[in-house]
T-cell receptor, first 109, second 114 residues
Framework: RKEVEQDPGPFNVPEGATVAFNCTYS??????FFWYRQDCRKEPKLLMS???SGNEDGRFTAQLNRASQYISLLIRDSKLSDSATYLC??????????FGAGTTVTVRA | EPEVTQTPSHQVTQMGQEVILRCVPI?????FYWYRQILGQKVEFLVS????????KSEIFDDQFSVERPDGSNFTLKIRSTKLEDSAMYFC????????????FGSGTRLTVV
């Protein structure tokens, strides 16, 4: 089983829609979780950390489910500019960091 | 907003040649990293550097790779004898306090080995 797995998508959604996707991780001792955003041929950029209690940043909501070992990202009222690949990043208890392969989201007008 | 800068943005080199990729991390950051991303694939960890030494490296980071922080501001990745399969985007990243603080990535160097 891969350390970090994501549904590659693509998720094609109309503007204004809500889109959500998950990322599963295999190491139950993983301690920190992040969502990064990567535009085509650009560097990953930190979108948000994922806290145990769940957290929100504007239209973005991240959740952590430790029992089932997954994190989720929900984007409300999606904009054209949200089109990107969303990378799940998991930090294990030994501080090793693993990237998922990414989930591609395409928002259409 | 402080940023990590990488040069060059694109490097083309012949197989077997040595290349040096350069990075200037954010000035108050203490942890430095190199990652690579082969086109269409996921971001892969190469090496982490802290307190002037390698703290962690992956299986990819074999003897042909080396890193250096020669002057307190630059952070370089050297590939001694490039292979075709080294063609990738190489990202430098820095972090203020380690991976739990999140990383700031540079815009990358696209290395093409011909």
């Amino acid at each position: 089983r891969k350390e970090v797995e994501q549904d590659p998508g693509p998720f094609n959604v109309p503007e204004g829609a809500t889109v959500a996707f998950n990322c599963t991780y295999s190491n139950s001792a993983s301690q920190s979780f992040f969502w990064y955003r990567q535009d085509c041929r650009k560097e990953p950029k930190l979108l948000m950390s994922v806290y145990s209690s769940g957290n929100e940043d504007g239209r973005f909501t991240a959740q952590l489910n430790r029992a089932s070992q997954y994190i989720s990202l929900l984007i409300r009222d999606s904009k054209l500019s949200d089109s990107a690949t969303y990378l799940c990043v998991v930090i294990r208890d030994d501080y090793k960091l693993s990237f998922g392969a990414g989930t591609t989201v395409t928002v259409r007008a | 907003e402080p940023e990590v800068t990488q040069t060059p943005s694109h490097q083309v080199t012949q197989m077997g040649q040595e290349v040096i990729l350069r990075c200037v991390p954010i000035s108050n950051h203490l942890y430095f990293y190199w990652y690579r991303q082969i086109l269409g694939q996921k971001v892969e960890f190469l090496v982490s550097f802290y307190n002037n030494e390698i703290s962690e490296k992956s299986e990819i980071f074999d003897d042909q790779f080396s890193v250096e922080r020669p002057d307190g501001s630059n952070f370089t990745l050297k590939i001694r004898s490039t292979k075709l399969e080294d063609s990738a985007m190489y990202f430098c990243a820095s972090s203020e306090g380690g991976p739990n603080y999140g990383y700031t990535f540079g815009s990358g160097t696209r290395l093409t080995v011909v």
